[in-house]
């Protein structure tokens, strides 16, 4: 480590370490269905599409919350607003554990669609978080390191609910309660460590320097909500949003598709969540190491963001072969490398709000577009669970071949619509127009 780097002092990874902390509960919290997906089934007697329904009525309550959310953290601020998401959340994920069989579709349906709502507040909260604390050109390694933890979540999901939960599903419960523990201490540590840069009592004049040193002074001046709507901008993030189906459909399905292709149960499911989460984390860290280093090669944000975008889309393709598959380590093999290809593109996508919107809508901006993915994940969702139930497997075919197409098409309509990513300053004007 160098000395400028030591005098600069390193401040701001503490606070990215509680944005991880938290995402890693988010994921724990939002995976332990789909981990136990086969269990509950036979549980509770839910078909296929009751099972769908289950995870739509999140989805829902996760768009709506987006659309709002967002905005709220924006107003609140990071501090407050986190808390409240977290709050919510961690309420909504213990209250499965009070839902009794026979109210299991309708209790799953509602405690999912507050769970949802809770948790649509934590990535709008965590790019905020980084936008704040650290500056473009480490943005993206920024928000690689902590997106790393979705996949930290989903790893520990079947481990945890492997060691407690029967494949008869005694013992659902527990899995449940344990994030309230995690949750409340969360909190406590984020009261505690949490404060605006430019405001906090421990950090060096030198190390804000350095947060605000490729950034425009903004008023404090709020930015209305819809105003945002008409920006091409916001669309071009928003259409990089739709791949999040494809995410959910590897966390909430994927435990699925395994059992019944290759019978992997509840207790089995570990070894390939490893193998495959593994590799996404390791695309939340190259994706992020990669454009960031291309920057400072000299290369512009615009040309470097988008060539990672490119190259991540090229290494996901494959992905839609799974279905033809018939060894399961080589299909785990391919959906790790279309997670890890994902992990990699949602870094990047995430950082373009930052590139382009001034810090004080980047919330706003993140929670309207991850509310255009949430929607075309529903009507994924939607369609997946029909034809599960009336062609058997044949829905999985299908979803593969848009898994692995989906991306690069999607990037030629983001430069379409923002071809040089030029910022907009405090009043959403283009800085220096050409």
């Known amino acids: 480590m160098s000395e400028a780097e030591n005098k600069i002092g390193h401040y701001r990874y503490r606070i990215l370490a509680l944005v991880f902390m938290a995402t890693t509960i988010n994921y724990f919290d939002r995976s332990i269905v789909g981990?136990?997906?086969?269990?509950?089934?036979?549980?509770?007697?839910?078909?296929n599409k009751d099972y769908a329904n289950i995870m739509i009525s999140f989805k829902i309550a996760y768009g709506i919350g987006l659309l709002f959310v967002g905005g709220i953290i924006d107003r609140l601020g990071t501090k407050l607003g986190y808390t409240i998401s977290i709050a919510v959340w961690s309420f909504f994920g213990m209250l499965h554990a009070a839902i009794r069989p026979a109210f299991s579709l309708i209790g799953f349906i509602v405690a999912r669609f507050g769970l949802g709502i809770g948790e649509s507040g934590n990535f709008p909260a965590a790019i905020k978080t980084v936008a704040e604390w650290f500056p473009k050109k480490d943005r993206a390694f920024a928000t690689g390191i902590f997106d790393a933890s979705t996949s930290v979540g989903a790893i520990l999901a079947p481990f945890v609910v492997g060691a407690i939960v029967s494949v008869e599903g005694a013992n659902w419960q527990i899995p449940f309660l344990i994030t309230g523990v995690l949750s409340s201490l969360w909190v406590v540590l984020w009261w505690k460590t949490y404060r605006k840069p430019e405001f906090h009592p421990k950090l060096s004049k030198e190390e804000l320097v350095y947060i605000n040193s490729d950034s425009e002074k903004e008023t404090e001046e709020k930015i209305p909500w819809l105003k945002l709507f008409p920006k091409r901008e916001t669309w071009a993030f928003a259409l990089t949003t739709v791949t999040d189906g494809v995410w959910w459909f590897y966390l909430f399905w994927g435990a699925k598709f395994l059992f019944e292709q290759f019978g992997v149960d509840i207790n089995n499911i570990g070894l390939p969540f490893l193998v495959i989460f593994i590799m996404a984390d390791a695309g939340s860290l190259l994706g992020g190491l990669a454009s960031g280093a291309l920057i400072k090669k000299g290369w512009s944000i615009n040309r470097a963001r988008k060539t990672t975008l490119l190259i991540n889309a090229i290494i996901i393709l494959p992905v839609?072969?799974?279905?033809?598959m018939t060894i399961k380590w080589i299909a785990v093999f391919l959906i790790g490398l279309g997670a890890m290809g994902h992990q990699s593109w949602s870094i990047n996508s995430y950082t373009l709000v930052p590139d382009v919107f001034p810090k004080k809508a980047t919330a706003s901006v993140i929670g309207i577009g991850k509310m255009v993915g949430v929607a075309v994940a529903i009507m994924a969702d939607i369609a997946l669970g029909a034809v599960l139930d009336t062609a058997n497997n044949s829905g999985y075919f299908w979803a593969f071949?848009?898994?692995?197409?989906?991306y690069i098409l999607i990037l030629g309509f983001v430069h379409l619509l923002m071809p040089k990513m030029t910022p907009l300053d405090d009043n959403l004007n283009y800085v220096n127009p050409k």
């Open 35 to 47: 981990v136990m997906a086969p269990t509950l089934q036979k549980l509770f007697d839910w078909s």
């Open 320 to 324: 839609a072969l799974v279905p033809v």
């Open 401 to 406: 071949i848009i898994a692995g197409f989906s």
